[in-house]
């Protein structure tokens, strides 16, 4: 339960400095912020600092910052819409920005705590910090993937034997092809037990059950190389985000599947996986939250309505044809795209929870 309080402290906290990044630029340029709020309507509790409300509300599922003038234009200099379009613009992706800077403070730190990294075969489990074998995939139609084990689980044991390296697995895993074999994982702060039956024919590089796997251990960094360690590592997260949602956006337009070490969850399974990150230690929970840092700035930044990307993609056609698409277009089009991603949402958090 004290991880559980602070997953979801820390997404809190995520969201807030990402309105914060909103109301700073607003405040730079003189817009009139009208509400701060954390979650969404209805409210819980308000209070009135100066010209603005700021509130706390009960749906946790994000949080928003209100502008005077942002959805009807206001002939009035504190008006968002009376800005220029590159004013409004940096207001607009302040708060992707303060991802992103997020994210790269989180990796800077995370750097000189330790990352989590593979490591070649062979290295004596005295000489690592915390070894673990990570399942790096389970191949569709396997019989690992057909009894739920899944890629980021932790491999601990064949049979009740330890495992101490994916060699050892695959060495144990060939002998007992055809054999019924209980393997057990962690996922998250849960051991898992799954009971298989190796296969006897495979394709070659899939294994006996169908899955890839690789040791890992923690390494450090010196503090002076962290801000390039930071920068690094945010990003290669954010070309591996932008990489997954575009192979997601191709298996919803072609119907093909997703590749076989990608999965997809919703708030239940973020809370999970930080749960257990957090569980084995401040690195590897410190990894899960730039992962979702950089995931959150990724998706406000696509073009989609509702969204900042969709937003700044409005700035743009106002730009690029001399004047704003109508007010009643863009409402319309953002409600229409806020239900929708609320709907996606909760048929992914049905999803993981089973129903």
């Known amino acids: 339960m004290p991880n559980l309080f602070v997953i979801i402290l820390s997404l809190i906290i995520l969201i807030f400095l990402h309105e914060l990044g909103h109301f700073l630029l607003a405040k730079k340029y003189g817009i009139k912020v009208e509400e701060f709020g954390i979650g969404l309507p209805p409210r819980l509790y308000g209070k009135k600092v100066g010209e603005t409300l700021y ?43 303060a991802f992103f800077v997020i994210a790269f403070l989180i990796f800077s730190v995370y750097s000189v705590v330790g990352v989590r990294a593979p490591v070649e075969e062979g290295v004596a489990l005295e000489e690592m910090n915390d070894p673990m074998i990570i399942i790096t995939k389970a191949v569709r139609e396997s019989p690992a993937r057909e009894v739920g084990i899944k890629a980021g689980d932790i491999l601990m044991e064949i049979d009740g034997k330890k495992i101490d390296s994916p060699s050892q697995a695959v060495s144990i895993l060939e002998e007992k092809e055809g054999i ?5 994982v962690v996922r998250g702060q849960e051991e898992k037990s799954f009971t298989l039956t190796p296969r006897t024919e495979y394709e070659e590089g899939e294994g006996a059950v169908g899955i890839g796997m690789a040791m890992t251990d923690i390494q450090k960094y010196p503090a002076y190389y962290a801000p390039l360690q930071g920068a690094r ?106 239900f929708l991603l609320i709907g996606l949402m909760l048929f992914v958090t049905f999803k993981d929870l089973g129903l």
């Open 233 to 338: 590592m945010t990003g290669e997260m954010t070309f591996m985000v932008a990489q997954g949602f575009g192979m997601l956006l191709q298996s919803l337009v072609t119907g093909e599947p997703l590749p076989d070490e990608m999965e997809i969850g919703g708030p239940v399974a973020i809370v999970n996986i930080g749960a257990g990150a957090l569980g084995r230690g401040v690195s590897d929970f410190l990894h899960f939250l730039g992962a979702i840092t950089v995931s959150l700035a990724v998706l406000n930044i696509l073009p989609i309505p509702a969204l900042d990307g969709g937003r700044l993609m409005f700035l743009a056609i106002e730009k690029i044809k001399g004047s704003p698409i109508s007010e009643k277009l863009e409402m319309g089009l953002n409600t229409i795209f806020f």
């Open 55 to 97: 509130s706390i509300n009960w749906l946790p599922l994000g949080g928003f910052v209100k502008l005077y003038g942002e959805d009807k234009k206001i002939d009035n200099q504190r008006s968002f819409s009376s800005k220029p379009i590159y004013q409004r613009a940096l207001v607009i992706f302040g708060g992707v920005a």
């Open 180 to 184: 019924e074999t209980k393997i057990m």
